[in-house]
């Protein structure tokens, strides 16, 4: 079986300093994947690299065994892999419906259509309707996005990714800079909404990583030092020596 | 060969004509992000100012307070102004600067009406530097470049070797740092917007007497100070004075050389169609460089949209 | 009508959603009946004139909007667009072979045409980037073309434009346009049919679409929609209707020339539809028609209409920027709390004084201009319809008096005004 995602000798520099130096990494389908190491470890910009937002110096990324090199993040997007932000990024003046209907609206084959209505359509308005459920933001429907809380903001940003149906969807620190309760809401809520799909995601909270993910891999000054179960890389000596290292060295 | 030489000295005060103006420019712009609409009615506010200031004090007195007062009034244009508009993002600031350039002409023909004032340079310039082959170059002309020139290595000292400059170009990149570093980063860009248009002012005041100071000079240049950023590449400072330059010279030398079109098409082995006045190609046929001159900055910033969008200094994400 | 209403369309009932249609479609059978009976009422030839204006100018601020309100680019060459359509049919016109098949009412469709092909044109690199980099691109397009005219003498006509006669088209049902109103009709039909579609086009997905990358283009890219692409559409979108515009103001005048092209024209329109207002369907519509009147009315009466133009743009772009739509809209909560009474006395004095202040400074500033520039030895000049001789010093007592007692009491009253608004915006008990 092809897995969902694949990154072979992945390589990224800025000028001269290379942030991302030499990642291999295989996603089976339906996995759940974190990525995790300390502040500076290239986490993010892994997330770019594989999302399009910035080009890669070297290595290939392939996703259901199709190379990714050169693709747009909109291309990319339409092969199936739909992915969050680090900073809430959502359509601010838009309502909150809004947001979702417009998310839907690619995957369900409207394209640049422009001579059918949106109001008309039962499918895009039951499915943002359906979505919003599972974010429990349907009492919000209708206020623009910009106003909701922080903690409604991020549900929204997630309903935004997996709106469009995409199977492979990447969450970057889904709970950063949430309370406790805030966190386990939004756990369960990823827990739902990404059954039966592949999740990568990159979290500095390891109470979420180990609830959440199958498969943990270590990112460490750009390179992967393990990957395995989360039981298998807690009690990894490398991994502890390396991470509680770097993160001594962090603090 | 000498007239080749007497209009490379046209095109010099022209280019640096621009350059003074697209300098602040592109400065306010790296700096805030804003393109100021109102830039060359800051310019046209100068000779106006200067005119009214020379009846009474003369030129020198002019070109000394004028550009104070245009820069004063700039800084209180950012402070009251666009830093309110800040809030609602850059279309409405650029809109905003857009309207200022509209009230600014109005507010000129409301104070000095529709007519080209008289504003002269000083008697003391009223002579000839030196002819190149019986082409007369006024001193006028070389107290212009001589201005710009000593404005520009001015402008270049205080920003790379002066602590304010330090400061001006750090807060340029990371605004945020700046201010955290104990830095007034508003009153840096209210200042930084008030030299600029100064600059503008200073362009106006010695311009004012040789393209003669009337309500529409503003329009008339700027938008040709646009085109010469984009062409250089927004907010970059050595992009803005290439293009200005480029620009000065192409089209000084195009209203000198009468190219006609006819000749060109002919070199090409194109047939003039005959009778010419009935073909549809006839205004493709009768251009000459002269008649197009004033229209080929727009052309040239056409093209280096399309096969450089950046312009030529840009930076790629700018 | 609004912008930010999304569709009623739910789950649930079918009479709700036939309901809201219902109340959807009442704007437009208003406007539909307004247009048909104004000839009736206004019957004066000038009335006509100035509706015909009006209506033009509202199909071209509704499609420069699709740009600006809705796609979130500010152009400063946009008519161009309706000048080409416009120059394109005028050579349809004077085409007597071609022209005499062709009835005058199908001749807006290709104005859009050749309207929408230079948009594809301009669009296909000038939509790469929004913002000021799009702006400056359309301004350096714009005076590009606007120069053009006087060099391309066979399709601009130069100096002197080119005119033709719309009484030689292919008569429509024995109607051959030789009386203004019967233009008026035809400019009636296109406005609806034309704001309609545009109406229709911001409720399609690509519509949905243009305000999502306005708002964030990263994010739309990340939906699966190339940000620059749903641009493009925008722009062709806009480049149609523009020429549309473009076509009837040829049928209207039956003349254009290098002044539909240049960049006051295209500032006009960029003006208009922000004082309308840009975040409203209906703003633009608002603009044309308060701008169409104010301006034949003010610029008949002063020299300084310009002037006054400006301070009220500058004005609207700092303290209003939701321009007049914005303003209308912003009472919606409290009518819908039914509290739009408790405004009425405060704004009537406030607004009331203010009104009165804006009065007298207008006035000084008149008397300034007179004093400054009328002939050595013209005293006398006219305003709001007094007769006087501006060199004495009663008239300036007055209108300074009227300056500062009527912002002194607006301001003095603001604060009440401000707790009004306060309390008309709050529900009784709780919630605002």
Redesign the interface.
């Given at each position: 079986m092809t897995p969902a995602l694949e990154l072979a000798d992945l390589r990224k520099s800025f000028g001269k300093t290379e942030i991302i130096r030499g990642v291999d990494l295989s996603i089976g389908k339906g996995e759940r994947h974190a990525v995790i190491g300390p502040n500076g470890a290239g986490k993010s910009t892994l997330f770019n690299l594989i999302t399009g937002r910035f080009p890669q110096s070297g290595g290939s990324i392939t996703l259901h065994g199709t190379d990714l090199a050169g693709k747009a993040p909109f291309e990319i997007n339409r092969m199936g892999l739909s992915r969050s932000f680090q900073i809430t990024n959502i359509f601010p003046k838009m309502t909150v419906f809004e947001n979702v209907r417009c998310s839907l609206l690619w995957s369900l084959g409207y394209r640049y259509n422009f001579w059918s209505m949106v109001g008309r359509s039962r499918a895009l308005t039951e499915g943002a309707e359906e979505i919003l459920e599972q974010i429990n933001l349907t009492a919000r429907r209708d206020l623009p996005a910009g106003v909701l809380s922080y903690a409604e903001q991020r549900a929204l940003e997630i309903g935004i990714t997996i709106a469009g149906g995409a199977d492979v969807i990447m969450l970057d620190e889904p709970t950063a800079g949430m309370s406790h309760s805030e966190t386990d809401y939004i756990v369960d809520l990823i827990r739902t909404v990404t059954t039966g799909k592949t999740l990568v995601m990159v979290e500095h909270d390891m109470g979420v990583v180990f609830g959440l993910a199958d498969q943990i891999s270590v990112l460490v000054y750009g390179e992967i030092i393990a990957t395995g179960t989360p039981e298998a890389v807690r009690a990894n000596p490398k991994v502890q020596e390396a991470y509680l290292g770097a993160a001594l060295e962090d603090h | 060969m000498d007239l080749i030489l007497v209009n490379l000295i046209d095109g010099l005060v022209t280019g640096l004509l621009l350059f003074m103006l697209s300098a602040g420019l592109t400065l306010i712009?790296s700096m805030m992000?804003?393109?100021n609409f109102a830039h060359a009615s800051f310019y046209m506010l100068g000779a106006y100012f200067a005119f009214q200031i020379s009846l009474a004090l003369g030129f020198w007195m002019g070109l000394l307070i004028a550009p104070l007062v245009v820069g004063v009034m700039g800084a209180g244009v950012e402070r009251y102004?666009l830093r309110?508009?800040h809030q609602?993002g850059?279309?409405?600031e650029?809109?905003?600067t857009?309207?200022?350039a509209?009230?600014i002409?109005?507010?000129v023909?409301?104070?000095w009406?529709k007519n080209q004032m008289p504003y002269e340079g000083p008697d003391i310039l009223q002579f000839t530097a030196f002819a190149i082959a019986g082409n007369s170059i006024p001193a006028y002309k070389i107290f212009m470049i001589f201005i710009s020139v000593a404005i520009f290595i001015g402008l270049l000292w205080v920003l790379t070797r002066t602590r304010v400059g330090m400061i001006i170009q750090a807060a340029l990149t990371y605004p945020k740092t700046v201010e955290a570093l104990g830095h007034n980063v508003p009153l840096i860009f209210m200042g930084v917007f008030g030299v600029g248009t100064a600059l503008a002012g200073v362009a106006g005041v010695i311009a004012g007497p040789v393209l003669g100071t009337f309500p529409g000079m503003a329009?008339v240049l700027g938008?040709i100070v646009?085109?010469t950023i984009?062409i250089g590449g927004?907010g970059s400072l050595w992009g803005a004075l290439v293009a200005s330059l480029l620009i000065g010279w192409i089209t000084t030398f195009s209203k000198a050389y009468n190219l006609r079109m006819e000749d060109l098409l002919t070199t090409f082995g194109f047939t003039k169609p005959e009778p010419i006045w009935d073909s549809?190609w006839?205004?493709l046929w009768s251009?000459t460089s002269p008649?197009?001159a004033?229209?080929l900055p727009?052309?040239l910033?056409?093209l280096i949209?399309?096969f450089r969008?950046y312009g030529l200094f840009g930076k790629r994400d700018a | 009508m609004t912008d930010q209403s999304t569709t009623n369309a739910s789950k649930s009932a079918q009479g709700v959603r036939a309901g809201s249609m219902m109340l959807a479609l009442t704007p437009w059978c208003i406007a539909a009946v307004a247009l048909l009976v104004l000839p009736f009422i206004f019957t004066a030839n000038s009335a006509i004139t100035i509706m015909n204006q009006m209506a033009i100018t509202i199909i071209f601020a509704l499609a420069y909007n699709m740009l600006l309100g809705q796609g979130g680019m500010l152009s400063f060459g946009h008519a161009v667009y309706a000048g080409v359509g416009g120059f394109a049919c005028m050579h349809i016109i004077n085409n007597d072979a071609f022209f005499s098949q062709l009835p005058l009412p199908l001749l807006p469709i290709f104005g859009g045409l050749f309207g929408m092909g230079l948009a594809m044109i301009v669009g296909s690199f000038s939509t790469r980037k929004a913002g000021t980099v799009f702006a400056m691109i359309s301004l350096g397009v714009g005076e590009l073309i606007a120069a053009c005219s006087v060099i391309i003498v066979a399709f601009f006509g130069g100096e002197e434009g080119i005119s033709g006669d719309r009484t030689y088209g292919l008569p429509f049902l024995g109607v051959e346009f030789l009386q203004q109103i019967e233009v008026y009709y035809l400019i009636a039909v296109w406005l609806m049919l034309s704001a309609a579609l545009m109406y229709l086009y911001s409720r399609t997905p690509l519509g949905r679409m243009a305000n999502a990358v306005r708002d964030n283009p990263e994010r739309a890219e990340f939906l699966g929609y190339s940000a620059r692409w749903v641009r493009f559409y925008s722009f062709v979108a806009s480049g149609f209707f523009a020429g549309i515009a473009g076509a009837l103001f040829a049928i209207n005048y039956e003349i254009l020339t290098e002044e539909n092209l240049n960049t006051t024209q295209s500032g006009i329109i960029l003006l208009v539809t922000f004082l309308g207002g840009v975040g409203f369907f209906f703003g633009p519509i608002l603009g044309a028609i308060v701008f169409t009147l104010v301006q034949t009315v003010l610029s008949l009466q002063t020299e300084l209409w310009g002037f006054y133009l400006g301070i009220v743009f500058v004005v609207t772009v700092m303290f209003f920027p939701g321009g007049l739509a914005g303003l209308i809209m912003m009472h919606v909560p409290a009518m819908r709390l039914g509290k739009l009474s408790v405004l009425a006395l405060p704004y009537l004095r406030t607004l009331g004084a203010g009104f009165v202040g804006c009065l007298g400074a207008a006035a000084l500033i008149e008397m300034v201009f007179h004093v400054r520039h009328a002939s050595v030895g013209d005293h006398e000049m006219t305003v709001y319809w007094t007769t006087f001789d501006s060199h004495t010093v009663l008239p300036w007592v007055l209108a300074i008096a009227a300056t500062v007692v009527g912002f002194w009491i607006a301001r003095a009253t603001a604060p009440s005004l401000a707790a009004a608004w306060s309390e008309a915006n709050t529900a009784d008990g709780g919630q605002p």
């Open positions: - | 712009f992000g804003v393109l102004g309110r508009v609602y850059h279309v409405p650029l809109i905003f857009f309207g200022l509209l009230l002409e109005e507010l023909q409301f104070i009406g329009f938008s646009f085109v984009v927004l549809p006839r205004d251009i008649q197009i004033d229209i727009y052309v910033m056409v949209l399309i969008p | -």
